[in-house]
């Protein structure tokens, strides 16, 4: 399976989200092949990120969604780059996972009936996706 991971970067991200990220990626990893390596990247140090225009992300964010089988969303912080590539992949018609901890999560996103949703906690996030991955 090919998944596109996507969190809130630029949107704001804390220390807790990197390592909820790092998680979310290698259990991911698991079952099949994961684009988006760089947001388990905690300091954003991959060259691809650091040396690319915003253009150039766009773009090869883009071709990504393409590419993949499943988009997995983590939506517990508000990100316009989140919600868009979210937008983009329901347009391509493809399968979405929306995780979220408790906390401020779109009224467009939890009432999408063609988005799936799982709330979870960083104890139970193994179990949960492994139930639907």
């Not at 964010?61 to 590539?85: M, R």
């Not at 009936?113 to 639907?132: H, Q, R």
């Amino acid at each position: 399976m090919k998944i596109f991971f996507s969190g809130s970067i630029r949107g704001g991200r804390d220390e807790d989200d990197k390592k909820v990220f790092k998680t979310i990626h290698n259990i991911l990893k698991k079952h099949g092949t994961v684009f988006t390596e760089l947001i388990e990247d905690e300091m954003l140090t991959a060259p691809e990120e650091i040396y690319s225009t915003d253009e150039e992300i766009f773009q090869r964010d883009i071709k990504w969604l393409g590419e993949v089988d499943l988009v997995v969303a983590e939506v517990s912080k508000p990100s316009i780059g989140v919600g868009y590539e979210i937008g983009r992949a329901e347009a391509m018609k493809k399968k979405i996972l929306c995780l979220y901890r408790s906390g401020n999560v779109s009224a467009m996103v939890l009432g999408n009936p063609g988005i799936n949703k799982v709330e979870y906690t960083v104890d139970n996030l193994e179990e949960k996706l492994a139930k639907l991955l």
